[in-house]
């Protein structure tokens, strides 16, 4: 069928058998064509979920350690520090 979206081929690799094997397992009756879309599918959106739970619990350490190095450098030191700069 023609279409403008990208088509791409995959090796029965064992890993790729081996996940095909699961699918069947899991959606048993599906054409392998079909398994392949809902692989791809089901672990895009877990692997998004991941991304987003590493997002929170990074942006949670920031704020857990935010504050905690105030004053350990004295006022107008960044300042100082620029006036060495060459211009």
Do not use: C
Request: no cysteine; charged share 30%.
């Amino acid at each position: 069928m023609p279409t403008a979206r990208h088509r791409y081929q995959i090796t029965e690799t064992d890993d790729v058998v081996r996940a095909l094997e699961a699918a069947e397992r899991r959606w048993p009756g599906e054409p392998r064509s079909r398994l392949i879309v809902r692989l791809v599918t089901e672990n895009g959106e877990a692997v998004g979920e991941v991304t987003a739970a590493e997002s929170a619990r990074r942006r949670d350490a920031v704020e857990a350690i935010a504050g905690s190095f105030a004053g350990l450098y004295p006022p107008g030191y960044l300042d100082e520090l620029r006036a060495e700069w060459p211009e």
